[in-house]
Every structure is written in structure tokens, then in C-alpha cells.
């Protein structure tokens, strides 16, 4: 299975020198059709979207995350992001694996 990262371009070289696939997106909107078009596949075990995107598509991002075991849909820091407060950790970590918190 592969590792596919979403995010700014300027992100490109640390993931793709470490082996992952990586995909551009300039807008949060183009990142949100990224995570729709990976979502459905197969080949896919984990997807990565900087936190900068996801926090403007966190309600889709949850939907897809209950809806498709896999790939695993996670978010991470990137260079213009704050730091998730625990609150909101724990509500993308309990949608991920569907804990009811």
C-alpha cells in the first residue's frame, strides 16, 4: 500500500525524497478533490493532508474518514499551522477510528 501526502508544493521534497507519493494543491478546495479521488482506492493505506487544508474541510474529512476504513486519512503540521488544541486532537484522532468521545 502506498503513502500519498496532499499539500503546498514547497512540502514536495522532504516527502518525495523519503519514498512518498506526493500531490500538489494550491487551494483547500483542490486538496478536498485529492482526498475524494484517494479515498476510493485500493492501492492507498494512509493519506496525509497538511493541517492548513484540513482544518478548512475538517466536516467532509470526517465523513470520509467514517465512511472508508482506508485509507487512513490523517492530518499533519505544516509550515503556516498552529498547533491543534487537545479538543480538537482528540476529535480528529476519535473520527479516525471511530471512537465516540
Known amino acids: 500500500m502506498k503513502l500519498v501526502v496532499i499539500g503546498p508544493e514547497e512540502l514536495r521534497l522532504g516527502f518525495a525524497s523519503a519514498g512518498a507519493e ?34 478548512h474541510n475538517r466536516p467532509e474529512l470526517d465523513r470520509l474518514r467514517a465512511t472508508h476504513p482506508l ?18 486532537l482528540l476529535s480528529s484522532v476519535a473520527a479516525t477510528f471511530r471512537i465516540k468521545v
Open 22 to 55: 506526493f500531490v500538489s494543491a494550491d487551494t483547500p478546495q483542490e486538496a478536498l478533490e485529492m482526498v475524494q479521488k484517494f479515498s476510493s482506492s485500493q492501492e492507498i493505506g494512509m493519506l496525509l493532508i497538511t493541517s492548513v487544508f484540513a482544518q
Open 71 to 88: 485509507p487512513l486519512i490523517l492530518e499533519i503540521p505544516d509550515f503556516e499551522a498552529r498547533p491543534l488544541e487537545k479538543s480538537e
